[in-house]
Every structure is written in C-alpha cells, then in structure tokens.
C-alpha cells in the first residue's frame, strides 16, 4: 500500500467515525462532511486517474430510486422513515463504488440497524452506523 493510499483511508474512517457519532447523537447527518468525503475521493481518483463517468450515472439513478421509496415510505406510513442525509450517504457511496455493490450495502446495513433496534428495543435508530459499517464491510470483502 502506498502513501496516498493510506491517506485515503486513513481520511476516510476519520470521516466515517465523526459521521457515525453525530448521527448516533442528534440523527442528522452533516452536509459539510459529505461534502469532505467527495473532496478526498475525487482528489484520490484524480491521483489514480480512474475517474469513470459511469458512477456519477449509477449514483444519479440510485439518488432518483432513493427518493421516490422515501417519499412511497413518507406517504404510506405517515412518517419521516427515511432520511435525506442517508439518501445522499447512499448516492455518495453508490459514487465510490458502483450501482452492483450499493444492494450489498443497503442489505446489509438493514441488517446491521435491524439487529440494534431488536437489541436496544427501540423503534428509531440512526441509520448511518449501519450503512456506513457495512460499506466498509463490504469494501474490505470486495477490494481488499
């Protein structure tokens, strides 16, 4: 692994844990650190020059899927069910990854904050955690 690798990833998870406490304290994702994510992915794949214009599609077709199930949900269940901030933590991740491995990521996340809410016997529970947790898992199995 190189230097610039390590950067990345080491800039990342520090991104990762702050989006993961905030959202387990006030259920909010910040935009500012969504934004910080984007900045230290494009800057990582203009260094590698792998920029392929393919992921800002999947990543507009997931956002567009993401919102008409939000507002389905909102309608149906007469509730806020899912968040704007895990909709744009989704589009985000469907841009760093790709449109194949974004089921992976949202089952297991679903999972992931399903087991909590059983464990914790709550019926509201951040959602980040868990998105975030199993994109790690999920980009530890597939890339590394």
């Known amino acids: ?6 950067l990345y990833y080491a800039s990342m998870l520090l991104v990762i844990i702050h989006i993961m406490i905030h959202d387990m304290r006030w259920m909010m994702i910040e935009n500012h650190m969504l934004l910080l994510m984007v900045i230290i992915h494009i800057m990582f794949i203009s260094y590698q020059d792998a920029f392929q214009f393919d992921s800002v599609i ?6 567009i ?3 008409c199930l939000r507002w389905f949900m909102n309608t149906r269940y007469k509730k806020d069910t899912l ?4 909709i744009k933590l989704l589009t985000l991740i469907t841009f760093m990854m790709s449109l194949e491995t ?3 990521v949202i089952f297991f996340a679903s999972l992931i904050t399903l087991v909590v809410m059983l464990m914790l016997n709550r ?5 980040a ?5 199993s994109w ?3 980009y530890v199995w597939l890339y590394i």
């Open 1 to 6: 692994m190189h230097f610039i690798d390590f």
């Open 58 to 63: 999947e990543s507009s077709i997931i956002f």
């Open 65 to 67: 899927f993401l919102i």
């Open 83 to 86: 968040g704007f901030g895990d």
């Open 102 to 104: 974004i089921t992976y």
């Open 123 to 127: 019926h509201k529970v951040p959602f």
């Open 129 to 133: 955690p868990g998105i975030l947790l």
């Open 136 to 138: 790690i898992g999920v």
